[in-house]
Nanobody, 121 residues
Framework: QVQVVESGGGLVQAGGSLRLSCAAS????????MGWYRQAPGKQRELVAS???????NYADSVKGRFTISRDNGKNTVYLQMNSLKPEDTAVYYC???????????????WGQGTQVTVSS
């Protein structure tokens, strides 16, 4: 099977920085794309940033210029560098991996358990 594990959340003051990490492991043939989503209380889960295996990135307008997504294909790991954090960035951040499974070569999407990011004003 496959596991997706996030780390790096925490409490930070407005204007500060955090770096999230997400590692996928298990029976993986290849990872097509990885991304970060977030969900604030009472709101729907939304895409924050995503990156393909070729390095193409996509960002939500609200984080452009402040957040940077990157990945290490050799380690099946994706990072989210978050700078100039704002209180409205407070949410649970979830990692998503869209991958080709090693056991049947079909594409699946896996989610991590989430990591809390809290930005105080």
């Amino acid at each position: 099977q496959v596991q997706v594990v996030e780390s790096g959340g925490g409490l930070v003051q407005a204007g500060g920085s955090l770096r999230l990490s997400c590692a996928a492991s298990g029976s993986i043939f290849t990872i097509n794309a990885m991304g970060w989503y977030r969900q604030a209380p009472g709101k729907q889960r939304e895409l924050v940033a995503s990156i393909t295996s070729g390095g193409s990135t996509n960002y939500a307008d609200s984080v452009k210029g402040r957040f940077t997504i990157s990945r290490d294909n050799g380690k099946n790991t994706v990072y989210l560098q978050m700078n100039s954090l704002k209180p409205e960035d407070t949410a649970v951040y979830y990692c998503n991996a869209r991958l080709i499974a090693g056991w049947d070569l079909n594409e699946y999407a896996y989610w991590g358990q989430g990591t809390q990011v809290t930005v105080s004003s």
